[in-house]
């Protein structure tokens, strides 16, 4: 038995209730005020208790890149920043394009992960491009399919991996990138345009990941607007706070990359209008010695699941930008709805997945209490509210710093 005592928990749009959560058996058995239990005692006062938060887009590097990231440490940084639910990328080496692939990365899952992992196959052979991966045998194992780190430019592919997802109830997630205009703003938005016909052809559910510029959202924003439901995209907490303007060495590099002032504003707008639905953080870790490398050597890639929450919280929460509710929203709810992954809850019944965010003390980023091999942030050394302190899963604490 475990007891979270004077927490907080978000009640209708914008409000907090102080309740105690008492779990037995992984399960959220009562929520009141003042439970009082001879057992362990998690003292939440100031902090904002929360369900588990769900991200849908990180690389966690194995099997292939151990040296970047592992399952374990991935994993672990995710609980430290207040996640129990991830989707890991499949740019691996085997890549998960068939069965026999694809069980490397869930054995390791199986035996290593200390929140839920589901990892994603891809939609081509090798995320190569050029013939389809083996989708009809790794739909029972995956709950969507992508060739994340690489733009699908073979059309035809792309829409026959489509018809196949939507026939297994996989959604088709998107690197949306144009081979010829590559990181200029172009070679999103041209991708995206050409590929929101093919979801609306197919009515597969389509996902845009991390989406950076006006255009693109004006793309997705019209096909709601339309009606089509099937087509949701993402947001990173990094092209929503920083611009190409403010790069200062290689942990300032992603793809898509950072953007004009013009573009991480059309950003904002589309997370305060509802045209994006989720965050995600594109977590992509690498080493030292790679991102040390002159600018335009270095790989893309920052890390970013343990800074997620609190610059999500600061810039947009408790500045009244959005609601606490729209909060759990985008960082919980509808990244389950849109991705089949079941429902999480903070009620009497549910399993005990649960993060405690500290909203009451600014803490700073440091490079020494990073959990991800990775050190590749462009964060170090910034202040937040709503860093995570304390992460269940399960019923079993996994990350506690409280
Ligand atoms: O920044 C990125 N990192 N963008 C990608 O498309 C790939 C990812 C990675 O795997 O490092
Ligand atoms: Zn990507
Ligand atoms: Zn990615």
């Not at 088709?172 to 590559?182: G, P, Q, R, T």
């Not at 600018?295 to 947009?316: K, M, S, V």
Request: hydrophobic letters at 35%; charged letters at 25%; aromatic letters at 8%.
């Amino acid at each position: 038995m475990l007891v979270i005592k004077n927490g907080s928990i978000v009640k209708g749009e914008n409000d907090l209730e102080q309740l105690d959560i008492l779990i037995d058996n992984g399960v959220i058995i009562k929520m009141e005020k003042n439970i009082n239990c001879d057992c362990e005692i998690i003292d939440a006062k100031g902090c904002l208790v929360m369900p588990g938060a769900v991200d849908v887009h990180v690389h966690f590097r194995e099997p292939g890149f151990e040296k970047k990231e592992t399952i374990e440490t991935g994993t672990k940084s995710s609980a430290k920043g207040g996640f129990t639910a991830v989707m890991p990328m499949p740019n691996l080496n085997p890549c998960p394009d068939s069965y026999e692939h694809l069980i490397k990365e869930t054995d390791i899952i199986e035996k290593t992960a200390v929140i839920d992992c589901y990892p994603y196959g891809t939609v081509s052979v090798g995320e190569g491009d050029k013939e389809m991966a083996d989708i009809e045998a790794i739909a029972p194992y995956v709950k969507a399919i992508t060739d994340d780190g690489r733009g699908v430019n073979n059309l035809a592919l792309l829409e026959k991996a489509c018809r196949l997802a939507k026939k297994y109830n996989l959604v088709v997630a998107s690197h949306a990138e144009d081979n010829f205009y590559k990181f200029a703003p172009e070679g999103e938005f041209v991708a995206v345009r050409r590929e929101i016909e093919i979801a609306k052809k197919t009515g597969v559910k389509y996902h845009f990941c991390h989406m950076s510029t006006k255009e693109s959202f004006d793309a997705i924003r019209q096909a709601k607007k339309e009606g089509y439901t099937n087509i949701t995209c993402e947001i990173t907490p990094h092209h929503l706070v920083l611009s190409e303007d403010m790069i200062k060495d290689g942990n300032w590099k992603m793809n898509p990359p950072l953007r004009s002032k013009a573009n991480m504003e059309a950003t904002v707008e589309a997370l305060l209008d509802g045209t994006a639905d989720i965050i995600a953080c594109d977590h992509a870790p690498h080493t030292e010695e790679e991102k040390s490398r002159e600018y335009d050597r270095c790989p893309n890639g920052i890390i970013g699941i343990e800074t997620a929450l609190p610059i999500i919280y600061t810039h947009f929460v408790k500045t009244g930008k959005i609601s606490l509710r729209k909060f759990l929203e985008m960082t919980v709810y509808k990244p389950n709805q849109i991705f089949n992954l079941g429902n999480r809850d903070l009620a009497v019944g549910e399993i005990a997945d649960i993060a405690i965010l500290d909203i009451t003390n600014k803490h700073t980023y440091t490079k020494d209490e990073i959990l991800s091999k990775g050190k590749n942030s462009p964060f170090i050394g910034m202040s937040y509210y709503g860093f995570n302190r304390c992460t269940i899963k399960n019923g079993n604490i996994v990350y506690r710093n409280i």
